[in-house]
């Protein structure tokens, strides 16, 4: 998880992530180097995490080139990946997985972009299939105690289910 950072700690630009959500690329040329790539919001978030959430497939390649922390918790725990996972953006998932995102971090609650993917799958596979792929453990259980396969069982449709069959 990211340390806190005091007061006068630089943070992420409100122009950085309004440029994000407007997928105003010449803005974000100007305000995202490889020295404030990395830089965080209140909430902990780096522009990775927006980009991965608001942008496009091109602005994240390009970001990818600046070199940001892949890894990087919000305050919640969630990685890009999560943020993927959840948006079910699986183009956006497999760049960060080629540029070595770990594919089985936990957030607070123990839940993996996995357990996250399984929950936001709604009959889709696309994403499961990728994390799995890239070894995501179906059988890490979050801290309730529940897999991403208990929940595929639970929550899924058959064809769902099926990715995860032993």
Request: aromatic share 8%.
């Amino acid at each position: 998880m990211s340390k806190s950072r005091t007061a006068a700690s630089p943070c992420l630009s409100p122009e950085a992530i309004r440029a994000v959500h407007q997928q105003d690329y010449p803005t974000l040329e100007q305000l995202v180097t490889n020295a404030t790539v990395n830089l965080l919001d209140s909430s902990g978030r780096s522009v990775l995490s927006f980009v991965v959430t608001y942008g496009n497939v091109a602005i994240l390649q390009w970001l990818l080139t600046k070199g940001p922390a892949l890894d990087q918790q919000d305050r919640n725990g969630w990685t890009a990946l999560h943020f993927t996972a959840q948006a079910y953006t699986v183009e956006m998932a497999a760049l960060l997985l080629a540029a070595g995102a770990t594919v089985d971090v936990p957030d607070v609650y123990g839940n993996t972009p996995l357990w996250r993917a399984a929950f936001e799958s709604r009959g889709r596979g696309a994403m499961l299939q990728l994390l799995l792929a890239h070894g995501a453990n179906p059988d890490q259980p979050n801290d309730s105690g529940v897999t991403p396969r208990q929940l595929a069982e639970t929550i899924a449709n058959f064809d769902v289910k099926q990715l995860f069959a032993q």
